[in-house]
């Protein structure tokens, strides 16, 4: 069984930061592609980035975050983060972790708030 923990969360003004966690069980982050996903009001869920070790060290990012967001890994942890850097209004959402395969996802967690003021 496959648990995904999201946390870290918040209100932060824009051009401000927060570190988002997914602390997982039943699977190995390690091995097993992973991904953080938002979803805003009203707008359906999408992809923002991906961590995995394919031919080595492999990250993705939706380009509306690239050189704002960093994925990482504690595989001691079993843990997700997601560092998001100069925030803005537009990445409002909540946020979710899960596998990385577009098309095998596991069970959703409750996701977190994070919340961007102008």
């Known amino acids: 069984q496959v648990q995904l923990v999201e946390s870290g969360g918040g209100l932060v003004q824009a051009g401000g930061s927060l570190r988002l966690s997914c602390a997982a069980s039943?699977?190995?982050?390690?091995?097993?592609?992973m991904g953080w996903y938002r979803q805003a009001p009203g707008k359906q869920r999408e992809f923002v980035a991906s961590?995995?070790?394919?031919?080595?060290?492999?990250?993705n990012y939706v380009d509306s975050v690239k050189g704002r967001f960093v994925i990482s890994r504690d595989n001691a942890k079993n843990t997700v983060f997601l560092q998001m850097n100069s925030l803005k209004p537009e990445d409002t959402a909540v946020y979710y972790c899960?596998?990385?395969?577009?098309?095998?996802?596991?069970?959703w967690g409750q996701g977190t708030q994070v919340t961007v003021s102008s």
């Open positions: 899960n596998s990385a395969y577009s098309n095998r996802k596991y069970d």
């Open positions: 039943g699977i190995i982050v390690s091995i097993t592609p």
């Open positions: 961590i995995y070790s394919g031919s080595g060290y492999n990250t």
